[in-house]
């Protein structure tokens, strides 16, 4: 068998932290020296099937260490999430997704400053709208439910 990569995995949660190419000097197979990683040798036997990208290979695939083997994670459902073995899928920091949505409607917000201020171009009647409009962003992370990204995020419609 021929070794075709070392791939470089944390021991805790079984994602790729890097590939390299085999050279002169290589690390031996197992735990690494500092106990952080796990070294896994890949040959033609262990590589996915239709996986010849390394990029590909380090971006959408992880390493079940209970069954020796990598497995296809897909793409991430947003930025914090976090392939889970124990779970079997996805898990990530609702509290920092909720915080990218409060971190967009706090730009929609000041976009619309103008329209509350005392010499707006705008009518009562039309002040009032855009006040409600406001109100209603302030209120969306009240009703969020369950998103996975802030592009699932039900936005008010502007006056």
Not at 131 to 144: A, E, G
């Amino acid at each position: 068998m021929e070794l075709k990569y070392i791939v470089y995995i944390d021991r805790q949660s079984g994602k790729l932290n890097r590939i390299s190419y085999p050279t002169f000097s290589i690390d031996p197979e197992g735990v690494s020296k500092d106990g952080t990683e796990l070294i896994v040798y890949v040959t033609e036997d262990n590589m996915p099937d239709g996986c010849e990208d390394l990029l590909h290979f380090m971006n959408y695939y992880w390493y079940v260490p209970s069954t020796d083997e990598f497995i296809f994670i897909g793409e991430a459902p947003n930025k914090h999430a976090t392939w889970s073995n124990e779970l079997g899928g996805w898990e990530f920091n609702r509290e920092d997704l909720i915080n990218d949505v409060r971190v967009e409607r706090n730009r929609k917000l000041s976009l619309t400053d103008w329209t509350q201020v005392a010499d707006s171009p705008l009518t009562e009647e039309q002040r009032i709208e855009w006040k409600n409009y406001r109100q209603s962003l302030r209120d969306v992370t009240d009703n969020l439910g369950v998103i996975l990204s802030t592009a699932e995020v039900n936005w008010p419609t502007t006056p």
